[in-house]
Protein backbone atom coordinates (compact mmCIF):
# COMPACT_ATOMS: atom_id res chain seq x y z
CA UNK A 1 0.00 0.00 0.00
CA UNK A 2 1.09 3.51 -1.08
CA UNK A 3 1.92 5.67 2.35
CA UNK A 4 -0.09 8.58 1.77
CA UNK A 5 1.63 11.98 2.51
CA UNK A 6 -0.76 14.96 3.78
CA UNK A 7 0.09 18.27 1.86
CA UNK A 8 -0.50 19.78 5.55
CA UNK A 9 2.99 19.89 8.34
CA UNK A 10 1.16 20.98 11.05
CA UNK A 11 -2.32 22.21 10.65
CA UNK A 12 -3.31 23.25 13.86
CA UNK A 13 -1.15 26.46 12.26
CA UNK A 14 -3.95 27.31 10.34
CA UNK A 15 -6.59 26.67 13.82
CA UNK A 16 -8.82 29.75 14.50
CA UNK A 17 -7.25 30.07 17.77
CA UNK A 18 -3.83 29.99 16.65
CA UNK A 19 -1.92 33.48 17.68
CA UNK A 20 1.15 33.59 15.08
CA UNK A 21 3.95 35.60 16.87
CA UNK A 22 3.68 38.27 14.56
CA UNK A 23 1.19 39.64 12.90
CA UNK A 24 2.33 41.17 9.04
CA UNK A 25 0.85 44.33 8.45
CA UNK A 26 -0.39 44.85 12.33
CA UNK A 27 2.87 45.91 13.09
CA UNK A 28 1.72 49.72 13.44
CA UNK A 29 -1.19 48.89 15.75
CA UNK A 30 0.75 46.80 17.97
CA UNK A 31 3.09 49.19 18.22
CA UNK A 32 0.74 51.56 19.31
CA UNK A 33 -1.13 49.31 21.86
CA UNK A 34 2.01 48.57 23.24
CA UNK A 35 2.91 52.44 23.73
CA UNK A 36 -0.44 53.21 25.34
CA UNK A 37 -0.05 50.84 28.18
CA UNK A 38 4.16 51.73 28.18
CA UNK A 39 3.30 53.02 31.95
CA UNK A 40 2.82 49.56 33.02
CA UNK A 41 6.56 49.16 32.66
CA UNK A 42 7.13 52.08 34.58
CA UNK A 43 5.04 53.39 37.11
CA UNK A 44 1.79 50.50 36.76
CA UNK A 45 0.28 51.82 39.92
CA UNK A 46 -0.44 55.65 39.10
CA UNK A 47 -2.44 54.79 36.29
CA UNK A 48 -5.18 53.12 34.22
CA UNK A 49 -5.76 52.59 30.39
CA UNK A 50 -8.63 52.15 28.79
CA UNK A 51 -8.68 51.71 24.76
CA UNK A 52 -11.34 50.52 22.43
CA UNK A 53 -9.82 48.43 19.12
CA UNK A 54 -12.75 48.44 16.14
CA UNK A 55 -12.39 46.77 12.61
CA UNK A 56 -14.75 44.61 11.07
CA UNK A 57 -14.93 40.15 11.26
CA UNK A 58 -11.24 39.14 10.47
CA UNK A 59 -9.21 41.97 10.07
CA UNK A 60 -7.52 40.80 12.98
CA UNK A 61 -8.99 42.21 16.34
CA UNK A 62 -8.87 38.78 18.69
CA UNK A 63 -5.40 38.20 17.36
CA UNK A 64 -3.73 41.59 17.58
CA UNK A 65 -5.00 41.53 21.56
CA UNK A 66 -3.89 38.24 22.23
CA UNK A 67 -0.63 39.16 20.80
CA UNK A 68 -0.57 42.29 23.06
CA UNK A 69 -1.35 40.30 25.70
CA UNK A 70 1.33 38.16 25.65
CA UNK A 71 4.20 40.16 24.73
CA UNK A 72 3.09 43.13 27.33
CA UNK A 73 3.21 40.48 29.95
CA UNK A 74 6.71 39.59 29.14
CA UNK A 75 7.40 43.46 28.98
CA UNK A 76 6.05 43.82 31.73
CA UNK A 77 7.85 41.19 33.66
CA UNK A 78 11.44 41.74 32.37
CA UNK A 79 10.59 45.28 34.56
CA UNK A 80 9.81 43.12 37.70
CA UNK A 81 5.51 43.85 36.86
CA UNK A 82 3.48 41.08 37.28
CA UNK A 83 1.17 41.41 34.45
CA UNK A 84 -2.50 39.59 34.27
CA UNK A 85 -3.47 39.47 30.58
CA UNK A 86 -6.89 38.40 30.76
CA UNK A 87 -9.10 38.13 27.68
CA UNK A 88 -13.06 37.19 27.53
CA UNK A 89 -15.28 37.30 24.90
CA UNK A 90 -18.34 38.98 26.23
CA UNK A 91 -21.07 37.27 24.39
CA UNK A 92 -19.86 33.32 25.38
CA UNK A 93 -21.07 34.53 28.91
CA UNK A 94 -24.21 36.70 27.15
CA UNK A 95 -22.86 39.59 28.10
CA UNK A 96 -23.19 39.53 31.96
CA UNK A 97 -20.97 41.68 33.47
CA UNK A 98 -21.04 39.28 36.77
CA UNK A 99 -20.43 36.30 34.91
CA UNK A 100 -17.02 38.24 32.99
CA UNK A 101 -15.41 39.33 35.95
CA UNK A 102 -16.39 35.71 37.45
CA UNK A 103 -14.22 34.36 34.63
CA UNK A 104 -11.56 37.14 35.62
CA UNK A 105 -11.68 35.99 38.86
CA UNK A 106 -10.85 32.30 38.42
CA UNK A 107 -8.18 33.00 36.97
CA UNK A 108 -6.25 34.58 39.65
CA UNK A 109 -8.25 32.84 42.25
CA UNK A 110 -9.34 29.21 40.66
CA UNK A 111 -11.20 28.76 44.19
CA UNK A 112 -13.54 31.73 44.22
CA UNK A 113 -17.51 30.63 44.81
CA UNK A 114 -19.24 30.44 41.50
CA UNK A 115 -22.63 32.19 42.44
CA UNK A 116 -24.02 34.44 44.70
CA UNK A 117 -22.35 37.62 44.35
CA UNK A 118 -23.26 41.04 42.58
CA UNK A 119 -20.81 42.26 39.89
CA UNK A 120 -19.14 44.85 42.21
CA UNK A 121 -18.68 42.38 44.88
CA UNK A 122 -16.93 40.02 42.30
CA UNK A 123 -14.77 43.46 41.20
CA UNK A 124 -13.82 44.23 44.38
CA UNK A 125 -12.66 40.34 45.17
CA UNK A 126 -10.70 41.08 41.94
CA UNK A 127 -9.26 44.23 42.89
CA UNK A 128 -7.86 42.83 46.45
CA UNK A 129 -6.84 39.79 45.06
CA UNK A 130 -4.48 41.90 42.40
CA UNK A 131 -3.89 44.40 45.89
CA UNK A 132 -2.52 41.05 47.30
CA UNK A 133 -0.51 39.43 44.80
CA UNK A 134 0.63 43.38 43.88
CA UNK A 135 -0.14 42.87 40.02
CA UNK A 136 -1.45 44.57 37.28
CA UNK A 137 -4.58 43.64 34.85
CA UNK A 138 -5.42 44.34 31.65
CA UNK A 139 -8.87 42.91 31.04
CA UNK A 140 -9.46 42.83 27.31
CA UNK A 141 -13.05 42.42 26.74
CA UNK A 142 -13.94 40.83 22.97
CA UNK A 143 -16.98 41.89 21.80
CA UNK A 144 -18.20 44.12 24.11
CA UNK A 145 -21.36 45.38 22.26
CA UNK A 146 -22.72 42.44 23.37
CA UNK A 147 -22.09 43.18 26.99
CA UNK A 148 -23.82 47.16 26.20
CA UNK A 149 -26.40 45.26 24.67
CA UNK A 150 -27.22 43.66 27.95
CA UNK A 151 -26.29 46.35 30.40
CA UNK A 152 -25.80 49.21 28.82
CA UNK A 153 -24.16 52.07 30.51
CA UNK A 154 -24.29 50.83 34.11
CA UNK A 155 -22.05 47.87 33.17
CA UNK A 156 -19.23 51.19 31.96
CA UNK A 157 -19.88 52.53 35.41
CA UNK A 158 -19.22 49.18 37.57
CA UNK A 159 -15.88 48.47 35.35
CA UNK A 160 -14.35 52.17 35.51
CA UNK A 161 -15.76 53.86 38.99
CA UNK A 162 -14.92 51.01 41.47
CA UNK A 163 -11.43 51.91 40.86
CA UNK A 164 -11.64 55.70 40.67
CA UNK A 165 -13.12 55.45 43.99
CA UNK A 166 -10.32 54.23 45.33
CA UNK A 167 -8.55 56.98 44.73
CA UNK A 168 -5.49 56.30 47.51
CA UNK A 169 -5.12 53.04 46.64
CA UNK A 170 -3.31 51.58 43.65
CA UNK A 171 -4.81 51.48 40.20
CA UNK A 172 -4.87 48.13 38.91
CA UNK A 173 -7.28 46.94 36.32
CA UNK A 174 -6.81 48.53 33.05
CA UNK A 175 -9.17 47.81 30.30
CA UNK A 176 -9.47 46.80 26.19
CA UNK A 177 -12.61 46.73 24.46
CA UNK A 178 -13.07 45.06 21.26
CA UNK A 179 -16.02 45.19 19.08
CA UNK A 180 -16.82 45.51 15.47
CA UNK A 181 -17.77 49.77 15.09
CA UNK A 182 -18.15 52.31 17.90
CA UNK A 183 -22.16 52.41 16.80
CA UNK A 184 -23.18 50.47 19.88
CA UNK A 185 -21.20 52.99 22.21
CA UNK A 186 -24.05 55.64 21.12
CA UNK A 187 -26.36 53.59 23.27
CA UNK A 188 -24.31 54.25 26.00
CA UNK A 189 -25.22 57.96 28.06
CA UNK A 190 -22.99 60.86 27.81
CA UNK A 191 -20.72 60.40 30.11
CA UNK A 192 -20.36 56.29 30.57
CA UNK A 193 -19.15 57.37 26.43
CA UNK A 194 -16.87 59.86 27.21
CA UNK A 195 -14.62 57.63 29.94
CA UNK A 196 -14.09 55.06 26.92
CA UNK A 197 -13.52 57.15 23.69
CA UNK A 198 -10.14 58.38 24.39
CA UNK A 199 -8.08 55.57 22.43
CA UNK A 200 -9.58 54.31 19.58
CA UNK A 201 -7.55 52.13 17.65
CA UNK A 202 -9.38 51.17 14.41
CA UNK A 203 -8.28 48.17 11.95
CA UNK A 204 -8.53 48.66 8.33
CA UNK A 205 -10.10 45.73 6.13
CA UNK A 206 -6.98 44.04 4.51
CA UNK A 207 -6.17 44.59 0.92
CA UNK A 208 -5.47 41.42 -1.62
CA UNK A 209 -1.55 42.39 -0.94
CA UNK A 210 -1.91 41.93 2.49
CA UNK A 211 -4.00 39.19 2.13
CA UNK A 212 -1.31 37.39 0.35
CA UNK A 213 1.32 38.03 2.93
CA UNK A 214 -0.87 36.85 5.89
CA UNK A 215 -1.51 33.72 4.26
CA UNK A 216 1.90 33.15 2.59
CA UNK A 217 3.29 33.37 6.51
CA UNK A 218 1.01 30.73 7.40
CA UNK A 219 1.19 28.37 4.66
CA UNK A 220 5.26 27.84 5.11
CA UNK A 221 3.79 27.21 9.08
CA UNK A 222 1.23 25.08 8.43
CA UNK A 223 2.03 23.45 4.39
CA UNK A 224 4.90 20.85 3.53
CA UNK A 225 6.99 22.80 1.14
CA UNK A 226 5.98 23.42 -2.29
CA UNK A 227 2.79 22.21 -1.58
CA UNK A 228 0.85 25.19 -1.83
CA UNK A 229 1.68 26.62 -5.11
CA UNK A 230 1.74 31.04 -5.11
CA UNK A 231 -1.10 31.78 -7.94
CA UNK A 232 -3.67 29.17 -5.08
CA UNK A 233 -2.26 31.40 -2.25
CA UNK A 234 -2.98 34.78 -4.86
CA UNK A 235 -6.39 33.09 -5.73
CA UNK A 236 -7.03 32.38 -2.19
CA UNK A 237 -6.28 36.33 -1.15
CA UNK A 238 -8.62 37.63 -4.29
CA UNK A 239 -11.75 35.22 -3.24
CA UNK A 240 -11.22 36.56 0.77
CA UNK A 241 -10.64 40.24 -0.81
CA UNK A 242 -14.14 39.89 -1.74
CA UNK A 243 -15.14 38.74 1.74
CA UNK A 244 -14.26 42.53 2.95
CA UNK A 245 -10.75 41.55 3.44
CA UNK A 246 -11.32 39.02 5.84
CA UNK A 247 -7.52 36.52 7.30
CA UNK A 248 -10.28 34.34 9.25
CA UNK A 249 -11.99 33.45 5.62
CA UNK A 250 -8.54 33.05 3.70
CA UNK A 251 -7.22 31.20 6.56
CA UNK A 252 -10.24 28.62 6.25
CA UNK A 253 -10.42 28.47 2.55
CA UNK A 254 -6.77 27.18 2.36
CA UNK A 255 -7.46 24.62 5.30
CA UNK A 256 -9.89 23.14 3.65
CA UNK A 257 -8.49 23.18 0.08
CA UNK A 258 -6.09 21.02 1.28
CA UNK A 259 -8.51 18.70 3.15
CA UNK A 260 -9.82 18.44 -0.45
CA UNK A 261 -6.36 17.93 -1.59
CA UNK A 262 -5.71 15.08 0.92
CA UNK A 263 -8.93 13.60 0.39
CA UNK A 264 -8.24 13.76 -3.73
CA UNK A 265 -4.36 12.14 -3.03
CA UNK A 266 -2.67 15.02 -4.54
CA UNK A 267 0.50 16.56 -3.43
CA UNK A 268 -0.12 20.00 -4.38
CA UNK A 269 -3.27 22.10 -3.14
CA UNK A 270 -4.74 23.20 -6.82
CA UNK A 271 -7.13 25.60 -7.70
CA UNK A 272 -9.55 23.47 -8.22
CA UNK A 273 -9.32 22.42 -4.38
CA UNK A 274 -9.74 25.73 -3.88
CA UNK A 275 -12.88 26.72 -5.57
CA UNK A 276 -14.22 23.27 -4.16
CA UNK A 277 -13.40 24.62 -0.82
CA UNK A 278 -14.73 27.79 -1.17
CA UNK A 279 -18.33 26.50 -2.79
CA UNK A 280 -18.41 24.62 0.57
CA UNK A 281 -18.43 27.58 2.67
CA UNK A 282 -20.94 29.39 4.18
CA UNK A 283 -20.20 33.04 3.00
CA UNK A 284 -18.88 35.48 5.93
CA UNK A 285 -21.95 37.98 5.20
CA UNK A 286 -24.56 35.60 4.82
CA UNK A 287 -22.88 33.86 8.13
CA UNK A 288 -24.22 37.10 9.76
CA UNK A 289 -27.47 37.60 8.67
CA UNK A 290 -27.89 33.85 9.48
CA UNK A 291 -26.65 34.61 12.94
CA UNK A 292 -29.13 37.94 13.43
CA UNK A 293 -32.13 35.35 12.59
CA UNK A 294 -34.53 34.90 15.30
CA UNK A 295 -34.96 32.04 16.80
CA UNK A 296 -38.11 30.03 15.04
CA UNK A 297 -36.29 31.32 11.61
CA UNK A 298 -33.29 29.48 12.12
CA UNK A 299 -35.41 26.27 13.29
CA UNK A 300 -37.48 26.83 9.74
CA UNK A 301 -34.13 27.26 7.36
CA UNK A 302 -32.79 24.27 9.47
CA UNK A 303 -36.02 22.34 8.58
CA UNK A 304 -35.71 23.34 5.39
CA UNK A 305 -31.47 22.89 5.08
CA UNK A 306 -32.68 19.14 6.42
CA UNK A 307 -35.51 18.83 3.75
CA UNK A 308 -32.71 19.67 1.44
CA UNK A 309 -30.30 17.60 2.26
CA UNK A 310 -32.23 14.41 3.16
CA UNK A 311 -34.94 14.56 -0.52
CA UNK A 312 -33.28 14.21 -4.04
CA UNK A 313 -35.23 17.34 -4.75
CA UNK A 314 -34.06 20.45 -5.87
CA UNK A 315 -37.43 22.28 -5.17
CA UNK A 316 -39.84 21.70 -2.17
CA UNK A 317 -42.98 22.94 -1.57
CA UNK A 318 -44.03 25.02 1.34
CA UNK A 319 -46.39 22.37 3.20
CA UNK A 320 -43.25 20.28 2.35
CA UNK A 321 -40.58 22.49 4.66
CA UNK A 322 -43.84 23.15 7.15
CA UNK A 323 -44.40 19.03 7.49
CA UNK A 324 -40.15 18.93 8.10
CA UNK A 325 -40.53 22.25 10.40
CA UNK A 326 -43.24 20.52 12.49
CA UNK A 327 -40.39 17.48 13.06
CA UNK A 328 -37.63 20.36 13.70
CA UNK A 329 -39.84 22.04 16.60
CA UNK A 330 -40.52 18.62 18.07
CA UNK A 331 -36.63 17.52 18.26
CA UNK A 332 -36.10 21.43 19.69
CA UNK A 333 -39.10 21.15 22.33
CA UNK A 334 -41.05 24.29 20.59
CA UNK A 335 -43.95 24.95 19.69
CA UNK A 336 -44.46 25.68 15.86
CA UNK A 337 -45.41 28.96 14.72
CA UNK A 338 -48.33 29.31 12.60
CA UNK A 339 -48.91 28.68 8.78
CA UNK A 340 -49.22 32.43 8.18
CA UNK A 341 -45.79 33.37 10.43
CA UNK A 342 -44.07 31.18 8.06
CA UNK A 343 -44.84 32.38 5.18
CA UNK A 344 -43.59 35.60 6.09
CA UNK A 345 -40.18 33.65 7.30
CA UNK A 346 -40.15 32.22 3.68
CA UNK A 347 -40.21 36.26 2.45
CA UNK A 348 -37.60 37.19 4.63
CA UNK A 349 -35.16 34.46 4.16
CA UNK A 350 -35.96 35.29 0.25
CA UNK A 351 -35.43 39.15 0.62
CA UNK A 352 -32.10 37.89 2.30
CA UNK A 353 -31.31 36.13 -0.57
CA UNK A 354 -31.26 32.56 1.73
CA UNK A 355 -33.75 30.69 0.46
CA UNK A 356 -34.81 31.46 -3.45
CA UNK A 357 -38.56 31.04 -4.74
CA UNK A 358 -40.13 29.91 -7.80
CA UNK A 359 -44.00 29.88 -8.59
CA UNK A 360 -44.10 26.42 -9.86
CA UNK A 361 -46.20 25.98 -13.08
CA UNK A 362 -50.35 25.50 -13.66
CA UNK A 363 -50.74 22.24 -12.32
CA UNK A 364 -53.55 20.50 -11.71
CA UNK A 365 -52.84 21.57 -8.32
CA UNK A 366 -52.78 25.18 -9.72
CA UNK A 367 -49.71 27.27 -9.13
CA UNK A 368 -47.77 27.11 -6.07
CA UNK A 369 -44.77 28.56 -4.62
CA UNK A 370 -41.31 26.51 -4.84
CA UNK A 371 -38.75 26.63 -2.29
CA UNK A 372 -35.14 26.04 -3.25
CA UNK A 373 -31.41 26.82 -1.93
CA UNK A 374 -29.30 28.89 -3.70
CA UNK A 375 -25.45 28.60 -4.18
CA UNK A 376 -24.96 27.04 -0.64
CA UNK A 377 -24.40 23.08 0.85
CA UNK A 378 -27.48 21.85 2.90
CA UNK A 379 -25.81 20.21 4.83
CA UNK A 380 -23.09 23.30 5.50
CA UNK A 381 -25.90 25.60 6.30
CA UNK A 382 -27.45 22.65 8.37
CA UNK A 383 -23.88 22.62 10.15
CA UNK A 384 -23.96 26.12 10.49
CA UNK A 385 -27.38 26.75 12.18
CA UNK A 386 -27.33 23.97 14.43
CA UNK A 387 -23.70 25.70 16.10
CA UNK A 388 -25.75 28.83 15.96
CA UNK A 389 -29.05 27.10 17.35
CA UNK A 390 -27.13 25.67 20.01
CA UNK A 391 -25.34 29.15 21.08
CA UNK A 392 -28.66 30.42 21.20
CA UNK A 393 -29.62 27.64 23.78
CA UNK A 394 -26.37 28.37 25.92
CA UNK A 395 -26.56 32.12 25.45
CA UNK A 396 -30.36 32.42 26.01
CA UNK A 397 -30.06 35.23 22.80
CA UNK A 398 -33.15 37.10 22.19
CA UNK A 399 -35.46 34.52 20.82
CA UNK A 400 -38.21 35.14 17.66
P1 LIG B 1 -11.41 39.39 14.31
O1 LIG B 1 -11.27 39.18 15.79
O2 LIG B 1 -11.16 40.80 13.89
O3 LIG B 1 -12.68 38.86 13.73
P2 LIG B 1 -9.27 37.50 14.22
O4 LIG B 1 -8.29 38.14 15.11
O5 LIG B 1 -10.05 36.37 14.78
O6 LIG B 1 -10.25 38.59 13.59
O7 LIG B 1 -8.51 37.04 12.90
C1 LIG B 1 -9.03 36.03 12.07
C2 LIG B 1 -7.96 35.04 11.71
O8 LIG B 1 -7.00 35.66 10.87
C3 LIG B 1 -7.21 34.50 12.88
O9 LIG B 1 -6.88 33.15 12.64
C4 LIG B 1 -5.97 35.36 12.94
O10 LIG B 1 -4.89 34.67 13.51
C5 LIG B 1 -5.73 35.65 11.47
N1 LIG B 1 -5.13 36.95 11.24
C6 LIG B 1 -5.76 38.13 11.23
N2 LIG B 1 -4.91 39.13 10.98
C7 LIG B 1 -3.69 38.56 10.82
C8 LIG B 1 -2.40 39.06 10.51
N3 LIG B 1 -2.18 40.37 10.34
N4 LIG B 1 -1.40 38.17 10.40
C9 LIG B 1 -1.61 36.86 10.58
N5 LIG B 1 -2.79 36.32 10.86
C10 LIG B 1 -3.83 37.16 10.98
MG1 LIG C 1 -12.62 38.35 17.12
Known amino acids: MKFRQSVFKDESKLDINYVPSRLPHREK ?34 ALCQRFGADMTIEAGRRGVTLRYVHVNCREYR ?91 EQLDASARSTLQRNVICLEKYSKEQLVDILNDRVS ?97 LAEVEKAYAI ?4 FEEQPVSHTQLWKYVQLLTALGILKTEVSGEGTRGRSTLIYLPAVSASELEKELRGLLAEGKRGGARWR
Not at 32 to 51: H, N, W
Not at 226 to 247: I, M, T
Not at 328 to 331: K, V
Request: proline share 3%; with cysteine.
Open 29 to 62: EHRLLMEFFSFLTQFPEKMAQRVIVTGDIGTGKT
Open 95 to 185: GKLSLIIQHAVSILSPNFPKRGFSSEEILRTLLQSLDEEKAFMILALDEFDSLIEAEGSDAVYALTRLQEMRQSASQRISLVLIMRDLKPT
Open 221 to 317: MAFGSAAVPEDVVCLAADLARDESGNARFAIELLWRAGKYADAEDLDVVAPECLRKAISSIIPMTQRNELQSLGYHEKLFLLAAAEFFKSSQKAYGT
Open 328 to 331: TCEE
